[in-house]
């Protein structure tokens, strides 16, 4: 637990973000990114960076968000699904196949840590096969990063039960969303508190010097994804490389305008805008 980050539901000291300071501050921190990501291909280096957390956390809106202005030949998004049962029997060569190139980044969406929480928390492995890959999976992380020069950064996306809820509420009633509730996320609420004492496990024995889990709270997503995207940024020197400072951002009338439904809303009135930004996170 010594190596693990807490970053909290505040985004360099504020709790709460217009749409407009939302996209106006991803879109410097995304013009940063197209920089790392061209250093790492300049230099032939290569990263992954692993997406964890409950159902509903948000990491697929998170990778999106990262990920939607870079170079689209030097980056791939992983998301396995139900794993087959040769993969599930070679838990450890199935994710090195996935492994960036060099000059690539890789986001998983869900990776190799779903055998440490959900599939011990759901009893879709054996107990040796979860204490197999607890043993194993600091020394096949080591291995790629000292000895391969892997960039590797892992996230997990914190969210409450209620928060849980009500996402998976939103979306089995919203007509373009309902196919991402499935049974099997809504029988995890079931195992909310075994699925926790998994998570513990897994923070306090692979949470490593170089492989450190950072903890983002995701309970408001713009600033969860505004949290993943500095982290990364800060972790590396790469060239142009321009450090942004806290702004004294105020709310005003003019910020109150944001997309909801794929719908553009400017001018809003405090109340008009609180709903839907309320509304917009559940999402």
Not at 93 to 108: A, D, W
Not at 135 to 140: C, G, L, R
Not at 237 to 266: A, P
């Amino acid at each position: 637990m010594d190596h693990l980050i807490y970053l909290n539901s505040e985004y360099k000291g504020i709790k709460k973000l217009s749409e407009k300071q939302f996209r106006k501050e991803k879109f410097l921190l995304q013009k940063e990114f197209l920089k790392l990501q061209e250093w790492l291909l300049e230099n032939n280096k290569k990263m992954a960076i692993v997406f964890e957390g409950r159902d509903a956390a948000g990491k697929g809106s998170t990778i999106k968000k990262i990920s939607e202005n870079l170079m689209t030949r030097y980056y791939n998004i992983v998301e396995l699904g139900p794993p087959t049962k040769k993969q599930n029997n070679s838990w450890f060569s199935t994710y090195k196949k996935l492994m960036p190139n060099k000059g690539e980044i890789v986001f998983f969406d869900r990776s190799w840590y779903s055998r440490a929480i959900i599939q011990p928390s759901m009893g879709y492995c054996s107990p040796a096969q979860y204490k197999y890959f607890m043993n194993k999976v600091v020394d096949w992380e080591r291995q790629m990063v000292d000895e391969e020069g892997l960039y590797l950064i892992k996230f997990y996306l914190s969210i409450n039960k209620p928060t849980q809820i009500t996402r998976f509420n939103v979306r089995k009633n919203h007509q373009l969303k309902y196919w991402k509730l499935s049974e099997n996320d809504v029988e995890s609420i079931k195992k909310w508190d075994v699925y926790s004492s998994y998570k513990e496990r897994m923070f306090n024995k692979t949470s490593w010097g170089h492989a450190p889990w950072v903890v983002i709270n995701s309970t408001n997503k713009m600033i969860a994804q505004l949290n993943c995207l500095r982290y990364v940024l800060d972790q590396f020197d790469y060239y142009g490389k321009v450090e942004l400072k806290r702004k004294s951002w105020t709310t005003s009338n003019q910020d109150r305008d944001l997309v909801f439904m794929d719908v553009y809303f400017e001018n809003l009135t405090e109340e008009q805008y609180q709903l839907l930004s309320k509304l917009k996170q559940f999402l």
